[in-house]
């Protein structure tokens, strides 16, 4: 369980909603997948080294529900890489991620500033985008808009509509 407290609210919540029973390993493996939750969710480090099971973390209300979105988008892509498996294999599915991390490194590297959300958006909206080239062979929806419409408040429209 996170504890987290919402410094523009000044209440605690418990977060919950991770696989496994270690926040804090869920929270780095979680980082590497978007590097922008580091920014979202502050560990507030406990007084000494040997009670780390007991970090707490800290964030506004705003960066909260931006971190829960990111959950709920990465368990999609998790779904849907699961069915491309079933018919690929699991090689060609990390071959898609690789592919989705080179598009979102190719682009932090044309931006004159950095904005690890907009990176992360950029690697769902390749992930999406290659999956739903992929998957439209056996009848599936394509994802690309509904990505585009969940976020299009919190992306600038020339993020928000790359094509891959």
Do not use: C
Not at 120 to 125: E, I, P
């Amino acid at each position: 369980m996170f504890v987290i407290f919402l410094t523009d609210r000044r209440e605690t919540v418990e977060f919950k909603d991770y696989p496994g029973g270690d926040s804090i390993k869920f929270m780095m493996n979680f980082k590497k997948i978007f590097p922008s939750t580091m920014d979202l969710l502050l560990p507030i480090l406990p007084e000494s080294d040997e009670q780390v099971e007991d970090i707490t973390w800290e964030s506004t209300h705003k960066d909260y529900q931006m971190f829960q979105r990111l959950i709920q988008e990465w368990a999609t892509v998790e779904f849907r890489l699961t069915a491309l498996t079933k018919l690929k294999d699991r090689d060609f599915a990390n071959q898609l991620v690789k592919k989705a991390q080179q598009a979102r490194k190719n682009f932090q590297q044309q931006q004159n500033r950095l904005n690890q959300l907009y990176d992360d958006f950029v690697f769902l909206l390749a992930m999406h985008s290659y999956l739903d080239t992929e998957l439209v062979e056996i009848g599936a929806n394509f994802y690309l808009p509904t990505l585009r419409n969940d976020w299009k408040n919190d992306v600038p429209k020339a993020v928000l509509m790359l094509s891959f």
